[in-house]
């Protein structure tokens, strides 16, 4: 398993994949609720739940990432050798960038359901 | 000569410069201005943008600052270790932090503008091209109904719900808020509170047709006892003419058959295609902040309304006798 790594984009886009999916169902879910009862916090309090699910997701992605990426045992951080380490370690510190790209972007979608307490 | 030369081609683009920076000036206070606000929602906004662009300006400097010192003052190769500093917080941690500053700041500026109005109901329906208004309180059982102009008191919040016939509008009024669409087949709101008594310029903001730069509104704010005794003003019938120039005026609108588009409460009229005219003379503008509110401009408007108002659905006069259109305009100017 750990072998294929070096062969799998999946590693590196998983948590982009989270902030989009959450992006979608937060927006979903809030119109729904919003359009269907009027409940504010019911809406507010999923995307509560979804954003907390999303980051925790995000952490665990990021954790294999960085693990992937190695950084400690070898200590450099470039690797643009054509070999299936230096691939597999690429795609590694790409994939713990993209995480804490997407934690801030999954903070940032749900900070207005933070402020605004209405459906209005 | 060639001196002069010199001296003008430099001043010239200099005047320019300052000749356009006070331009530019004098275009933040007015009635019509989001930076001149006069009600609570607009302040809101007003605060906001200087803050964006505090932080825009603050941003620009630092940014060029920079290129300047890397490219003018110390021109030297960077170590890795300090390139690598410099993209981890210059680039990462810096713009995440201040932009999360500012989405913050913006974010928790915003439910104000999302409160419920507190007793003054107001709808206004965008028309082809002017704006039907009309007013319900608690005390009131029908609604008060006017056109054209939005008078609200100062210092409450009032309900605004916003409907259209026919094509999308937009309400705005910069010195009181921000704007909402008005969309057929749907019912949007907005609620705003003025706090600086005044007249106030609003504007249709969302393109709807030929004369939709000419879809304008007076706001008016009234100190809250004064917007009282209006309303009751508002809500009765209008006065018959007293002068025999505007009995005259009112057989002409009568006999033109005026009342099938427009309504005048008390006098037999009850159109609802065109704006209400009952107290038509005690409006600040005439056909939708276009022209003031006189007897020559109302004489204009009978004559060739399309000339004024392209797309009008409105019939010209102009084939009247020219003392039946004076009296005419008479008698509608006299609806206080």
């Not at chain 2, 713009?95 to 500026?109: C, D, G, N, Y």
């Not at chain 2, 409907?163 to 087949?185: E, M, Q, V």
């Not at chain 2, 004369?211 to 704010?221: E, G, I, Q, W, Y």
Request: contains cysteine; negative net charge; aromatic residues 8%.
């Amino acid at each position: 398993m750990e072998k294929a790594r070096h062969t799998s984009l999946w590693q590196m886009i998983a948590a982009p994949i989270v902030w989009a999916v959450h992006f979608c169902a937060v927006y979903a879910w809030t119109a729904s609720a919003c359009a269907h009862a009027g409940a504010a916090e019911e809406a507010r309090l999923g995307v509560a739940l979804m954003t907390l699910a999303a980051l925790g997701l995000i952490a665990v992605f990021a954790w294999r990432a960085w693990r992937q990426w190695d950084l400690l045992s070898e200590n450099d951080h470039v690797h643009d050798a054509p070999t299936d380490g230096h691939r597999r370690r690429f795609l590694g510190h790409a994939g713990l960038l993209l995480s804490m790209v997407s934690a801030i972007g999954v903070s940032f979608v749900a900070a207005p359901a933070f402020y605004i307490g209405s459906c209005l | 000569m060639q001196d002069e030369d010199a001296q003008g081609s430099t001043t010239a683009p200099r005047r320019l410069c300052w000749g356009g920076g006070a331009l530019l000036l004098t275009a933040c206070s007015g009635p019509q201005s989001v930076l001149d606000p006069a009600g609570r929602d607009a302040e809101v906004l007003a605060v906001l943008f200087w803050w964006m662009l505090g932080g825009a300006v603050l941003l620009w400097l630092a940014m060029n600052g920079l290129f300047f010192y890397v490219t003018r003052m110390k021109e030297r190769a960077f170590s890795p270790q300090a390139a690598d500093r410099l993209i981890v917080f210059g680039g990462v941690v810096f713009p995440t932090v201040v932009l999360a500053v500012l989405l913050s700041f913006a974010l928790s500026e915003m439910p104000r503008q999302r409160d419920l109005g507190e007793g003054l109901t107001l709808r206004v329906t965008g028309e082809s091209w002017w704006w039907r208004v009309e007013y319900r309180t608690e005390d009131t059982e029908t609604p008060v109904i006017s056109a054209n102009e939005i008078r609200l008191p100062a210092g409450s919040r009032s309900e605004l719900e916003l409907a259209a016939n026919g094509y999308i509008h937009s309400l705005w009024i910069p010195a009181l808020g921000g704007k909402t669409d008005l969309i057929p087949g749907r019912e949007t709101r907005m609620s705003l509170e003025p706090v600086t008594p005044g007249e106030y310029g609003g504007q249709c903001a969302e393109f709807c047709g030929e004369s939709h730069a000419k879809m304008a509104l007076r706001a008016v704010v009234l100190p809250p006892e004064e917007f009282a005794a209006w309303l009751e003003q508002q809500a009765a019938p209008a006065t018959p003419p007293e002068t025999e120039t505007a009995r005259r005026g009112q057989a002409v609108f009568l006999r033109e058959g005026c009342g099938a588009c427009h309504a005048i409460r008390g006098l037999g009229a009850r159109g609802t295609i065109g704006p209400d005219l009952t107290h038509l003379g005690g409006r600040r503008t005439l056909a939708a902040g276009v022209l003031p509110m006189s007897r020559a401009a109302l004489e204009d408007w009978l004559r060739a309304p399309e000339a004024i108002k392209p797309g009008v659905r409105m019939p010209a006069y102009g084939h009247l006798a020219a003392a039946d259109l004076a009296a005419l305009a008479t008698f509608l100017e006299g609806l206080k």
